[in-house]
T-cell receptor
Framework: NAGVTQTPKFQVLKTGQSMTLQCAQDMNHNSMYWYRQDPGMGLRLIYYSASEGTTDKGEVPNGYNVSRLNKREFSLRLESAAPSQTSVYFC????????????FGPGTRLLVL | DQQVKQNSPSLSVQEGRISILNCDYTNSMFDYFLWYKKYPAEGPTFLISISSIKDKNEDGRFTVFLNKSAKHLSLHIVPSQPGDSAVYFCAAGTDSWGKLQFGAGTQVVVTP
């Protein structure tokens, strides 16, 4: 089992460019999450999907869109990247949603120039 | 508005000694608390949790203490080992909300 995988590992974008961060899990989990980690801020929830076919906003959704493509995959899209979106992005999944353990991917480091 | 705060960004401790990491929260509705550990270039991994009906939970070298009246929890690592050098995140949530709020993290360095 690979657990939670994320692609790419690292990306450099110019302001205004778009990109999609991919996330997949092979644990048959129902819930999936996207977080960003910034220095001094911890992990902040961008969007989450409680189950296939549903998505909801988290703390910091502005500038992002998500797609729960199927039970395995949850993608995060930046339509017009801004320097403020320079961050490390983590995808996570959990079995049912709620407060039990979330399993994290290795992260995508994004630099927006 | 950060509802979960880890006020010590870093902690240095000698191998074999106790590491104590602190976490404060402001939302009295939180009823479940977790600690995650993160190594560089990896995602966080779950370490230990505690629900609000308990005041202590132990797992091997790791013990979490919860003081609800003070809205404070702490993680004790005894004895500290070099492999414990990592960033530790405190997280909290409520069953009704179903999502977690994370603190900013504490970098622990265990020296020989």
């Amino acid at each position: 089992n690979a657990g939670v995988t994320q692609t790419p590992k690292f990306q450099v974008l110019k302001t205004g460019q778009s990109m999609t961060l991919q996330c997949a899990q092979d644990m048959n989990h129902n819930s999936m999450y996207w977080y960003r980690q910034d220095p001094g801020m911890g992990l902040r929830l961008i969007y989450y999907s409680a189950s296939e076919g549903t998505t909801d906003k988290g703390e910091v959704p502005n500038g992002y869109n998500v797609s729960r493509l199927n039970k395995r995959e949850f993608s995060l899209r930046l339509e017009s990247a801004a320097p403020s979106q320079t961050s490390v992005y983590f995808c996570a999944s959990s079995e049912v949603g709620g407060l039990e353990t979330q399993y994290f991917g290795p992260g995508t480091r994004l630099l927006v120039l | 508005d950060q509802q979960v705060k880890q006020n010590s960004p870093s902690l240095s401790v000698q191998e074999g000694r106790i590491s104590i990491l602190n976490c404060d929260y402001t939302n009295s509705m939180f009823d479940y608390f977790l600690w995650y550990k993160k190594y560089p270039a990896e995602g966080p991994t779950f370490l230990i949790s505690i629900s609000s009906i308990k005041d202590k939970n132990e797992d091997g070298r790791f013990t979490v203490f919860l003081n609800k009246s003070a809205k404070h929890l702490s993680l004790h690592i005894v004895p500290s080992q070099p492999g414990d050098s990592a960033v530790y995140f405190c997280a909290a949530g409520t069953d009704s909300w179903g999502k977690l709020q994370f603190g900013a993290g504490t970098q622990v360095v265990v020296t020989p």
